[in-house]
């Protein structure tokens, strides 16, 4: 048995795939339903097992477009017989990981791309003819690496639909929190990493990139957010960059990056501007106090602060 990377209409006589999510965007922690549609090939064979699998384009830090990394996997059938041209569906409904990313925030698309491959354990079929592209590496084993493809829906060969997740309301409230003190969003990714000092699951992590407010702009160069959530709430993790861009002449290191991160609730009522404001002025005024040598820093001498790992 063999998992094999299906698409909509591999050639060869095999059977086909097509995977089709209910409409409108998902939220992290929630369910995500469609239906798997298959159709028999030329021959009838055993499905062992219908899965699904997560996949998000992470930044690959070499200035490239990313790398696509799988971050869940589900069972979601299996152990059937599908016969010579039969059709069959299979519906589904699977909880997202509570840190899966968000691709759009108030109707607005982000730099983000996230989606779903499809996959079927099958004996007895006829061997799927490759794709143009497609070598040796399109049947998938268990050890199979991040795809070298930048995201979900560049390459239909890739058969991954697209997966579009919106914001849990505690993190809407804090994202127009920031809106309404002049806080503009400059930009939206996946970095590789786990933030040390929280309880990071996945491999990765969102970055939200904002230009600072008026009252910060000749202190911060820009604000990065990151929610890592969980059943009972969320960390907020703020990362501040500081203005300077390097080491000035005594050796401080100006352009240093500061880490800090407060925890809320997903019922929190609280005055989210006061509250964000706050944040912010804790963050840089501790940067602005302790300097490079701040446990909070990126990569410093610290373990007991938050870093990226």
């Not at 055993?46 to 490239?64: H, I, M, T």
């Not at 979900?152 to 127009?176: M, R």
């Not at 939200?208 to 709430?233: C, K, M, N, Q, W």
């Amino acid at each position: 048995m063999v998992f094999k990377r299906l698409l909509g209409s591999p050639g060869g006589g095999g059977p086909s795939v097509d995977t089709v999510l209910e409409p409108g965007p998902v939220r992290p922690g929630g369910t995500l339903a469609g239906q798997v549609r298959l159709v028999g090939g030329d021959t009838a064979c055993d499905v062992e097992q219908v899965a699904l699998e997560l996949v998000a384009r992470v930044r690959d830090g070499e200035g490239g477009s990313g790398v696509a990394v799988p971050f869940e996997r589900f069972a979601i059938g299996g152990g059937f017989r599908l016969g010579e041209g039969e059709a069959r569906t299979v519906p589904f409904g699977v909880t997202l990981p509570w840190e899966t990313p968000v691709t759009e925030l108030e109707g607005r698309e982000l730099d983000v791309r996230l989606g779903v491959r499809t996959e079927l354990a099958v004996t007895g079929a006829r061997e799927p003819e490759a794709e143009a592209g497609d070598g040796p590496g399109s049947a998938l084993g268990p050890d199979s690496g991040p795809d070298p493809d930048p995201g979900p829906d560049s390459d239909p060969g890739l058969g991954l639909d697209p997966l579009g997740v919106g914001p849990l309301p505690a993190q809407e409230a804090i994202l127009g929190a920031f809106r309404r003190l002049g806080y503009g969003l400059r930009s939206a990714g996946l970095e590789h990493g786990r933030i040390g000092g929280t309880g990071q699951r996945l491999p990765f992590h969102q970055e939200i990139g904002l230009t600072p407010a008026p009252s910060y702009a000749d202190r911060v160069e820009e604000i990065e957010l990151t929610f890592l959530t969980h059943p009972g709430g969320m960390d907020v993790v703020l990362e501040a960059d500081k203005r300077g861009g390097g080491s000035g002449g005594d050796g401080d290191d100006t352009g240093h990056d500061a880490l800090s991160r407060f925890t809320v609730g997903h019922d929190d009522a609280r005055d989210w501007a006061a509250e964000v404001d706050g944040w912010v002025r804790e963050l840089v005024e501790h940067r602005e106090a302790y300097g490079s040598d701040s446990a909070y820093g990126h990569g410093g001498p610290h373990s007991s602060g938050p870093g990226i790992g």
